[in-house]
């Protein structure tokens, strides 16, 4: 079946520091990728979303490629902000279903 | 908008007790599912509806009863909980159509059960 993992937090990273968390599924066909993100105390949001293979999602500073070659999603930013501190979450929906399979998540704490 | 509501925001059970936790959306989304979020674990779908009238189980079904009487609601019942249902529940709700559609999610309730 369908499934996604990512890499274990915590990532801890200075302010200004290069971000990179690392997804990667397993699907058939051609599922649709997210990466979402849970700030403290709240709900899940939607980051950024990539429906077919090379295309590139970006949102706030982050960005993530969809490789259909590495069945790969990682998650990118050039300089994080104490304000990222927030765990987030990979996840799929496969290409003929509504259900939104998760990673495990991976927690990211930015210090000043 | 208000989006996706839950309510309660926290509850406390004691073993064997029941409840419903509500959820509601505004924006006329056809599809509306249930998670649990546990430490290390992501989210894992409980149950999910893609109309008022239709229900179906997701990857954890088993202590959770569902119901879609109307397009906005979406409870969830336990009908005998158990301390294995300690967990934080969310809501979601997204359009039809296509399956890159976005989920809005709800702010949780967290469930203790004693």
């Known amino acids: 079946g369908n499934s996604v993992t990512q890499m274990e937090g915590p990532v801890t990273l200075s302010e200004e520091a290069f971000l990179t968390i690392n997804c990667t599924y397993t699907a058939t066909g051609y599922p649709s990728l997210f990466w979402y993100v849970q700030y403290p105390g709240e709900g899940l949001q939607l980051l950024l979303k990539?429906?077919?293979?090379?295309d590139k999602g970006s949102n706030k500073g982050f960005e993530a490629t969809y490789r259909k070659e590495t069945t790969s999603f990682h998650l990118e930013k050039g300089s994080v902000q104490v304000s990222d501190s927030a765990v987030y979450f990979c996840a799929l929906r496969g290409d003929s279903s509504y259900k939104l399979i998760f990673g495990s998540g991976t927690r990211l704490l930015v210090r000043p | 908008n208000a989006g996706v509501t839950q309510t309660p925001k926290f509850q406390v059970l004691k073993t064997g007790q029941s409840m419903t936790l509500q959820c509601a959306q505004d924006?006329?989304?056809?599809?509306m599912s249930w998670y649990r979020q546990d430490p290390g674990m992501g989210l894992r779908l409980i149950h999910y509806s893609v109309g008022a009238g239709i229900t179906d189980q997701g990857e954890v079904p088993n202590g959770y009863n569902v119901s879609r009487s109307t397009t906005e609601d979406f409870p969830l019942r336990l009908l005998s909980a158990a301390p294995s249902q300690t967990s934080v529940y969310f809501c979601?709700?997204?359009?039809?159509?296509?399956?890159?559609?976005?989920?809005?999610f709800g702010p949780g309730t967290r469930l203790t059960v004693l």
């Open positions: 979601a709700s997204s359009r039809s159509g296509v399956t890159y559609n976005e989920q809005f």
């Open positions: 924006m006329n989304h056809e599809y």
């Open positions: 990539a429906t077919k293979a090379d």
